[in-house]
């Protein structure tokens, strides 16, 4: 009766013991859980975290592209390709990195607001200034020395939006958002237009809670086409001449305005005469040169 009794007892403990334990383990996977969701949603707090690439893609090193909905939002007006020679990256950019070979990867890589792209488990880059060539030069070769062996390739996947300025003869002087294919004429186009295109024009204001139409009433004087001011960051000047980009079609004449650029236009300052055989007979303007 005794051997029975302690029988029961220890077998009443072995079971208890292991009611313990799976509940333990149960916690302990339960915590393992929550701390995984955690992780997960510390991620996609980061900027740029909701980018096609990133989540669970980027955690499993799986390769991912962007379709669909993705698609529209990457995808920013153009007239032609990007010249990486010449197109300078900044903050906002997108550049996506793939690794092929023993494994794949594939990161989506945004500049920060200090300039710099931060490449996982490689570093950390400054390519603030950098054309874009310069910049994929930089990362593929840190890439290509943490990852040796394996083919990698790196392209411009979205532009960065940003602020240019306008001022001088427009509808509405001020700050503009725009994207690095941007051109002169396409910003003085957000700005309203030249004064002098404007002036006749009539427009639907309020007063007294009624709706009214009226006239614009601006200054009567000739706005400059071909002396428009595109002045950098760096204070060095362009001069624009819209006016030769409209008569010959050459879009070198309407250039891209840059991160912090300010377009200036001004009024006419030279004129001249023109009469007898020529399309377009009397008062245009004159630029030297």
């Known amino acids: 009766m005794l051997k029975r009794i302690i029988g029961l007892v220890l077998t009443l403990g072995i079971l208890a013991t292991a009611e313990s334990v799976a509940a333990q383990e149960e916690e302990e996977l339960q915590r393992l859980v929550h701390e995984s969701q955690q992780q997960q949603d510390d991620l996609e707090q980061i900027p740029g975290g909701d980018l096609p690439g990133l989540g669970q893609d980027l955690v499993s ?13 990457l995808r920013i007006s153009q007239d032609r390709e990007i010249d990486p020679d010449t197109y300078i990256v900044g903050p906002g950019d997108v550049m996506q990195l793939y690794v092929w070979g023993e494994f794949d990867l594939s990161y989506m890589l ?23 060539t310069e910049a994929k030069a930089l990362a593929l070769d ?25 001022t001088g003869a427009v509808l509405k002087e001020g700050s503009f958002t725009i994207h690095p294919t941007t051109r002169v004429s396409d910003l003085i186009e957000l700005a309203g237009g030249y004064t002098d295109e404007l002036r006749g024009t009539t427009f639907q204001d309020e007063v007294g809670g009624q709706k009214v139409t009226r006239v614009r009433q601006i200054v009567n004087q000739a706005t400059s086409r071909r002396s428009i001011q595109l002045i950098h960051d760096d204070n060095t000047v362009e001069v624009v001449d819209l006016g030769m980009f409209l008569a010959t079609g050459n879009v070198e004449l309407n250039p891209y305005v840059r991160m912090g650029d300010v377009v200036k236009v ?3 300052d030279k004129t001249m005469f023109l009469f007898g055989a020529v399309n377009s007979p009397g008062r245009h303007e004159f630029r030297p040169g």
């Open 61 to 73: 090193g799986k390769i991912r592209l962007p379709t669909g909905e993705e698609v529209e939002k």
């Open 110 to 132: 945004q500049i920060d607001p200090e300039g710099h792209v931060i490449i996982p488990t490689v570093g950390a880059f400054d390519v603030s200034g950098m054309t874009l």
């Open 142 to 166: 840190a890439a290509l020395d943490k990852y040796p062996g394996v083919d990698v390739t790196i392209n411009l996947a979205s532009m960065r939006f940003f602020t240019a300025y306008v």
């Open 266 to 268: 001004t009024f006419r």
